[in-house]
């Protein structure tokens, strides 16, 4: 019996358990969003290099349109990565739980209706960029239409996909 209780914790409240699991949830949920926004911003920064290197006036219009997205995906994931290592060392109370989730989930929805309207932007750009421009300049402007749709589409799927599996706001 003594050496029970010795080597037993004590009893934790059944919600206080199912707190600190929402709150390491929803951080490994974030850590996630970090590292798979690291993947594609990364190809997507490498191709955009590739193909500004890359002679035709269409590739190097679609190159260009992938380079800052690729950078500004790196820095925003750079970002998330570091708030998610500073909140490991100092986990979050419900209190502070429900609010980051809720926040996240907006922030994703947000995102979500601007890469709406950049999809409906490039769009515009890549099929009526040719009107009243030179032929090289009209294509290259082309380009930089379908890089930008092609990089909203992946976004509009990716900030949809993750905005549907916010941990805690479910």
């Given at each position: 019996m003594l050496l029970q209780a010795e080597n037993s914790e004590p009893p934790r409240a059944p919600h206080k358990r199912a707190l600190s699991q929402a709150a390491q949830q929803l951080e490994e949920f974030r850590q996630n969003l970090a590292i798979r926004?690291?993947?594609w911003s990364t190809l997507a920064t490498i191709a955009g290099v590739i193909l500004l290197l890359v002679l035709p006036s269409f590739a190097r219009g679609f190159g260009l349109a992938l380079l800052p997205s690729g950078l500004a995906g790196l820095i925003l994931a750079a970002r998330v990565s570091l708030s998610v290592r500073n909140r490991f060392r100092h986990p979050?109370?419900?209190r502070v739980t429900e609010p980051r989730a809720r926040s996240l989930c907006r922030l994703l929805w947000r995102f979500f209706l601007l890469d709406l309207l950049v999809l409906a932007g490039s769009l515009i750009l890549a099929l009526w960029s040719g009107s009243g421009l030179p032929a090289s300049s009209?294509?290259?402007?082309?380009?930089i239409g379908w890089g930008l749709f092609c990089q909203s589409l992946f976004f509009l799927y990716f900030t949809w996909f993750h905005a549907r599996r916010v941990p805690v706001t479910r």
């Amino acid at each position: 019996m003594l050496l029970q209780a010795e080597n037993s914790e004590p009893p934790r409240a059944p919600h206080k358990r199912a707190l600190s699991q929402a709150a390491q949830q929803l951080e490994e949920f974030r850590q996630n969003l970090a590292i798979r926004l690291v993947l594609w911003s990364t190809l997507a920064t490498i191709a955009g290099v590739i193909l500004l290197l890359v002679l035709p006036s269409f590739a190097r219009g679609f190159g260009l349109a992938l380079l800052p997205s690729g950078l500004a995906g790196l820095i925003l994931a750079a970002r998330v990565s570091l708030s998610v290592r500073n909140r490991f060392r100092h986990p979050p109370s419900q209190r502070v739980t429900e609010p980051r989730a809720r926040s996240l989930c907006r922030l994703l929805w947000r995102f979500f209706l601007l890469d709406l309207l950049v999809l409906a932007g490039s769009l515009i750009l890549a099929l009526w960029s040719g009107s009243g421009l030179p032929a090289s300049s009209g294509v290259f402007w082309q380009g930089i239409g379908w890089g930008l749709f092609c990089q909203s589409l992946f976004f509009l799927y990716f900030t949809w996909f993750h905005a549907r599996r916010v941990p805690v706001t479910r």
